[in-house]
């Protein structure tokens, strides 16, 4: 079970740090990625990160300004999210995937948050 948190309203500019909490026997058995859903748009990959936080990806659209990690020992995914853009308004969504390399596509995630909405305002 995957629960995604740490969504709310902003304005242009400021910064949210979003939380993914696994109640899985093997939080590092997991490669984890992040989701986001727009109004009327489909589900688009933001960043995923390999089952040791060593390997990492990040959607173009998000580089430099958004980072993934993770911290295996609290079972916690995490994507802190700095110069928010309205653009960035969507609903996240924390993802899984038992031995998984990163991969961009949804397909690839089995297991999924039941996401947790960001609101940016400008």
Same mark, same amino acid.
């Given at each position: ?8 309203? @902003? ?5 949210? &740090? ?5 109640? @899985? ?12 859903? $727009? ?9 995923? @990160? ?11 659209? @998000?580089?430099? &300004? ?23 308004? $969507? ?32």
């Amino acid at each position: 079970q995957l629960q995604a948190s740490g969504g709310g309203s @902003v304005q242009a500019g400021e910064s949210l &740090r979003l939380s993914c909490a696994a109640s @899985v026997r093997t939080f590092s058995d997991y490669g984890m990625a992040w989701f986001r859903q $727009a109004p009327g748009k489909e589900r688009e990959f933001v960043a995923a @990160v390999s089952w040791s936080g060593g390997s990492k990806d990040h959607a173009e659209s @998000v580089k430099g &300004r958004f980072t993934i990690s993770r911290d295996n020992a609290k079972n916690t995914l995490y994507l802190q999210m700095n110069s928010l853009k309205s653009d960035d308004t $969507a609903v996240y969504y924390c993802a899984a995937a038992l031995y998984g390399a990163i991969s961009a596509s949804p397909r690839n995630y089995p297991y999924w948050g039941q996401g947790t909405q960001v609101t940016v305002s400008s």
